[in-house]
């Protein structure tokens, strides 16, 4: 932006990340809800920026949700990308990779528990455990910051109010979820959260006619779509005067 304004003032569209919540209610499938919430963060490695890294649990089926999330991030093969038996590859480079462990020791400071993961593997090589933190509060860094990395962030709700004031709660508006069975939940969700794309009972899912981008400091302009298309083209207006018109 800076440079277009110094420049010679080219639009521009910026997509920048995020910091997403998914929201479990009571009534989900916990094993598709753990599915779901645990392929939307670890997929990639963490490095995805609609991670799903703010994970909200109604208290009915918190504990339950804690358990498979964990169990499923214990089963994970974190090695050799080539390997067919490798879930996790290596992170990017070595500044990430450092970045996420310096997260990974603010979770610890500030009071998360750390459920699994936290740790680097082997000697060589970029590689960092899939990390889970609970009893997560809102103003703690790792639930503001965007990490970029393999580290998701447990917290517990009551109501549909609280969840959606608390998700809303963020810098960044580029993604979230909500996994429930019931329409009218659904429905108040996604028109009350502010981000770009809300996935219902599903997550990462992309099509090339469905605009992609975020609210907030996650950006604007939209990637996808006839959104996407618009931000290449100019509008004219051409009026042209009709001597001796009615209308005149």
């Known amino acids: 932006m800076v440079a277009a304004a110094t420049s010679n003032l080219k639009p521009v569209s910026l997509e920048l990340g995020g910091k997403s919540p998914l929201l479990i209610f009571d009534d989900a499938d916990v094993d598709e809800a753990a599915n779901i919430a645990f392929n939307g963060m670890f997929f990639n490695k963490g490095e995805i920026c609609v991670a799903s890294s703010r994970v909200y649990v109604q208290e ?3 504990d339950k949700i804690v358990d498979k999330l964990v169990e499923k991030a214990k089963a994970l093969v974190v090695g050799d990308p080539f390997d067919p038996q490798v879930n996790q590859g290596p992170q990017t480079d070595k500044k990430q990779f450092e970045k996420i462990l310096s ?5 610890k400071r500030e009071g998360a528990t750390l459920l699994t993961g936290g740790k680097h593997i082997g000697q060589k ?10 009893d997560v509060k809102d103003d703690m860094i790792v639930a503001k910051n965007e990490i970029f990395g393999p580290v998701m962030s447990l917290m517990k709700f009551k109501t549909m109010e609280e969840g959606i004031k608390r998700a809303n709660n963020t810098t960044y508006g580029l993604a979230a979820g909500v996994i429930t069975k019931d329409l009218n939940v659904a429905n108040t969700v996604s028109r009350s959260v502010r981000a770009g ?3 219902i009972n599903c997550y990462t899912v992309f099509d090339m006619d469905c605009p992609y981008g975020g609210y907030k400091m996650s950006g604007f302009g939209r990637d996808y779509g006839l959104d996407a298309l618009n931000q290449y083209l100019q509008i004219k207006s051409v009026v042209t005067l009709i001597h001796d018109s009615p209308w005149h």
């Open 60 to 62: 009915g089926i918190y």
């Open 197 to 199: 794309v809300v996935w």
């Open 125 to 134: 090589g970029y590689y960092i455990q899939p990390t889970i933190f609970a």
């Open 103 to 107: 997260y990974i020791e603010h979770g």
